[in-house]
């Protein structure tokens, strides 16, 4: 994730809602990705890093989920880029609801930088009633029969998100439980991104050979695959050819973790160069190249997290066959980008913020 500048000349990171120097108060602009300090005049607020410092207007969530995203002044819609995605969120009168929607919508904020970033299509609900994206974040349900539990899951652009993912002691504890050596929500956002992707741009189109190569064929029933991944575990020799042991469980979840790795790994390199720790680099076709700096990178990020005493935070390896998957996924992306899947990008270069519809719930 890069930084940005205030016009004070401070040093400002995603997700600031204050210059700490000069205490001007800050809105993410999404469909431009960029964080802007504001100008307050007479209660209308303006965008100063952007060209004519347009008017804007707060994200209608900015109180209740501390949202610091922004709409075009003249736009019809409530809500921003990322908030118009959710479709449900928990009863916010029940326990620590409302601490875990922030955190959610806080991880699903940067997943959709991370998707203008690349510039894919974010397609809402409205665009798409059938296969735009949606987020259901729901809590397990007492009822007469029993607990009703929610799993969490990607089905036909509506990713569903168990909110107790949001709460740290429930969710390391799952994570111990099921060994993972990786669990968060930023990786949830991503790995569920994953599976919409695949439906959007790999299921039947001119992908599809190319990934069963890569990634197996995914007409293998997945409930059978599933239930023998949880009752016998993964298979053996899972770390030569996967990115994680779930990966090995069917084709689709390995696109999908596979997914989440170009995500994390192609945001840190960002960050990384914006810190001026890797050169200045341009988009490449050859996403190996990009995996070789990253295994540097990624092996000098956990030596000082070990120097601090911290848990490596990359804790994977790339082997060949996994580096084949990431480069693929790579390609696909730029395919996406460049519009030539049939769903052209929204959001990468819009020219304007007069964008949209009317709001979504
Ligand atoms: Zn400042
Ligand atoms: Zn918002
Ligand atoms: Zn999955």
Request: proline share 5%; with cysteine.
């Amino acid at each position: 994730m890069r930084t940005y500048r205030c016009v004070c000349g401070n040093r400002l990171h995603f997700g600031n809602t204050r210059c700490l120097a000069c205490r001007r108060s800050l809105g993410f602009v999404p469909e431009w990705r960029l964080l802007t300090p504001l100008e307050d005049d007479t209660g209308r607020l303006h965008a100063l890093a952007l060209p004519d410092q347009p008017e804007v207007r707060r994200c209608a969530n900015h109180q209740s989920a501390h949202c610091d995203w922004l709409v075009a002044g003249a736009s019809s819609d409530r809500l921003c880029l990322a908030c118009r995605l959710t479709q449900t969120i928990p009863d916010l009168s029940v326990g620590n609801n409302r601490l875990y929607w922030r955190r959610l919508e806080s991880a699903k904020r940067y997943l959709i930088c991370d998707l203008v970033r690349l510039g894919l299509p974010v397609v809402d609900r409205h665009r798409d009633p059938e296969r735009g994206l949606t987020f259901d974040f729901l809590a397990d349900q007492e009822t007469p029969d029993g607990v009703r539990r929610i799993t969490t899951g990607h089905d036909r652009g509506r990713i569903t998100i168990n909110i107790a993912e949001a709460d740290d002691v429930h969710r390391e504890r799952v994570r111990i439980t099921l060994g993972e050596a990786y669990r968060t929500l930023l990786g949830h956002m991503r790995h569920e991104s994953g599976h919409y992707y695949w439906m959007r741009l790999v299921d039947g189109g001119p992908w599809l050979a190319a990934f069963r190569e890569r990634f197996g064929d995914e007409r293998r029933r997945y409930a059978d695959a599933m239930r023998a991944y949880y009752d016998h575990g993964p298979a053996a020799d899972w770390r030569a050819r996967h990115i994680s042991a779930y990966a090995s469980a069917h084709p689709w979840e390995d696109w999908a973790e596979s997914w989440a790795h170009y995500l994390h790994i192609t945001d840190a390199m960002e960050t990384a160069r914006d810190f001026g720790l890797v050169a200045p680099g341009e988009r490449e076709d050859d996403f190996t190249p990009e995996l070789e700096r990253w295994g540097e990178l990624s092996q000098a990020l956990n030596a000082l997290s070990r120097s601090v005493g911290v848990a490596d935070p990359y804790p994977f390896v790339i082997t060949p066959p996994v580096a084949e998957k990431l480069h693929l996924v790579h390609q696909i992306v730029e395919d996406a980008a460049s519009g030539s899947l049939g769903s052209p990008s929204n959001n990468r270069f819009s020219p304007s913020l007069q964008a949209s519809r009317s709001a979504t719930k």
